[in-house]
């Protein structure tokens, strides 16, 4: 099983990034997809999530209108398109899938992340 990130870097307040989040070794059509990010010094917070059909997400208060979470099924793989940001969305940015359906409950698995830094 593996989750690779990629798409962070650096950028300046007011811009943009997209973020992926590449699956392999498992069902994808069976797991929610949620981004984390953990800043500096602070604990791991969710940032969205998408149901395993893709019908539903859901945003942190934070990121809502600014940030939108996308899946792609046949590709195995999901996204994170970040709009307006700003220095408080500097983080690690982790990428999770969790088993929703029956056979797979309780399956949890991460990303490495990818760092986003958001400064002048």
């Known amino acids: 099983v593996q989750l690779v990130e990629s798409g962070g870097g650096l950028v300046q307040p007011g811009g943009s990034l997209r973020l992926s989040c590449e699956a392999s070794?498992?069902?994808?059509?069976?797991?929610?997809m949620s981004w984390y990010r953990q800043a500096p010094g602070e604990g791991r917070e969710l940032v969205a999530n998408?149901?395993?059909?893709?019908?539903?997400?859901n945003y942190d208060d934070s990121v809502k209108g600014r940030f939108t979470i996308s899946r792609d099924d046949d590709k195995h793989a999901a996204y994170l398109q970040m709009n307006m940001l700003k220095p408080d969305d500097t983080a690690v940015y982790y990428c999770?899938?969790?088993?929703?359906?029956?056979?797979?409950?309780?399956?949890?698995?991460w990303g490495k992340g990818t760092p986003v830094t958001v400064s002048l």
């Open positions: 999770n899938a969790k088993g929703r359906l029956p056979a797979v409950c309780g399956m949890d698995y």
């Open positions: 070794g498992f069902t994808f059509n069976h797991y929610a």
């Open positions: 998408i149901t395993h059909i893709g019908g539903s997400k």
